[in-house]
């Protein structure tokens, strides 16, 4: 079935510095992706899609483009704030009827 | 319009018990999805429901189980609680039939088990 990689948390930076967090996929054909971001104490909202390879998804600054030749979803933002401190989780469609595959994410931690 | 709502947000059980957790999904959605979130392993798919059907199960054991009413709310239920099955339960609503990928997740269930 479908499966994703991810970086191992928690990544730490400061105020304004530039973040990547890697992701990788394995998927069958060349299916939407999408980053989810969870806050603290709070439940998955997404982030950011793009649909087909080549594209680019953007949100709140962050930004991710699909490279199906290196079958990779990193998702960016050149200056990340305190309120980005959260676990983000890319996500390519499962099989079937599962929505959406899911690793164990990574967690961000922003200090001022 | 309300979000997906999962209650109770917190409990704890002690091992041999069994809970039963509830979402009620965002009005109009038919397709409702557990997950299972750990540290150690993430998120974990539990299984999905739409018009009341289970379509889709993962890798849990029979322990595990759910079902979907009439008005799209769902219920899932652990048996026999062991240690392990101390996790936020995480439920998400999505409105289309085919997989958009967009979910809509409550705040979850937190179940220590003891």
């Known amino acids: 079935g479908n499966s994703v990689t991810q970086m191992e948390g928690p990544v730490t930076l400061s105020e304004e510095a530039f973040l990547t967090i890697n992701c990788t996929y394995t998927a069958t054909g060349y299916p939407s992706l999408f980053w989810y971001v969870q806050y603290p104490g709070e439940g998955l909202q997404l982030l950011l899609k793009?649909?087909?390879?080549?594209d680019k998804g953007s949100n709140k600054g962050f930004e991710a483009t699909y490279r199906k030749e290196t079958t990779s979803f990193h998702l960016e933002k050149g200056s990340v704030q305190v309120s980005d401190s959260a676990v983000y989780f890319c996500a390519p469609p499962g099989t079937g009827f599962q929505k959406l595959v899911f690793g164990t994410g990574t967690r961000l931690l922003v200090s001022p | 319009k309300a979000g997906v709502t999962q209650t109770p947000r917190y409990l704890i059980k002690t091992r041999g018990q069994q809970v039963t957790l509830s979402c009620s999904p965002i009005s109009g959605h038919r397709s409702v999805s557990w997950y299972q979130q750990t540290p150690g392993q993430g998120l974990q798919f539990l299984f999905e429901?739409?018009?009341?059907?289970?379509?889709n199960k993962g890798n849990f054991p029979g322990r595990f189980s759910g079902r979907q009413f009439s008005n799209s709310r769902s219920e899932m239920n652990v048996s026999t609680l062991e240690l392990g099955d101390s996790a936020l339960y995480l439920c998400?609503?999505?409105?289309?039939?085919?997989?958009?990928?967009?979910?809509?997740f409550g705040e979850g269930s937190r179940l220590t088990v003891l």
């Open positions: 793009a649909t087909k390879a080549d």
């Open positions: 429901y739409f018009s009341e059907t289970q379509r």
């Open positions: 998400a609503s999505s409105l289309a039939e085919v997989n958009t990928g967009e979910l809509f």
